[in-house]
């Protein structure tokens, strides 16, 4: 599976954003989808993820009510739709693929087999 994620840039605070995560060589409902951040000089973290039928969603704490993530099996595309963004938002976004589909959903990245190679979102001013 090969993941592209797009939709990365500058945004001011308070701003939105959606970013996009397309697979290709395999179908995207094969796999849960998550979203993973990495601040500059900080370790990557979770913010969310779906099951393949999208009923079931997880997100981080510090992202809830924010952020929603999203997929569309038929364009084999995962979103991340972003609102209210603070300039702590600020990372690169990894978008990732876990062949688990059952269970928990997990939130720890050795979970995922599959990742993007990222889009860079700024918040500032």
């Known amino acids: 599976v090969q993941l592209v994620e797009s939709g990365g840039g500058l945004v001011r605070p308070w701003g939105s954003l959606r970013l996009s995560c397309k697979a290709s060589?395999?179908?995207?409902?094969?796999?849960?989808m998550g979203w993973f951040r990495q601040a500059p000089g900080k370790e990557r973290e979770f913010v969310a993820a779906i099951r393949w039928y999208g009923a079931n969603t997880w997100y981080s704490d510090s992202v809830k009510d924010r952020l929603t993530i999203s997929r569309d099996n038929a364009e084999d595309t995962v979103y991340l739709q972003m609102s209210s963004l603070k300039p702590e938002d600020t990372a690169v976004y990894y978008c990732a693929a876990d062949p688990v589909m059952r269970g928990s959903i997990r939130t720890y990245q050795r979970a995922y087999d599959y990742w993007g190679q990222g889009t860079l979102v700024t918040v500032a001013s």
């Open positions: 060589g395999r179908a995207l409902k094969a796999y849960t």
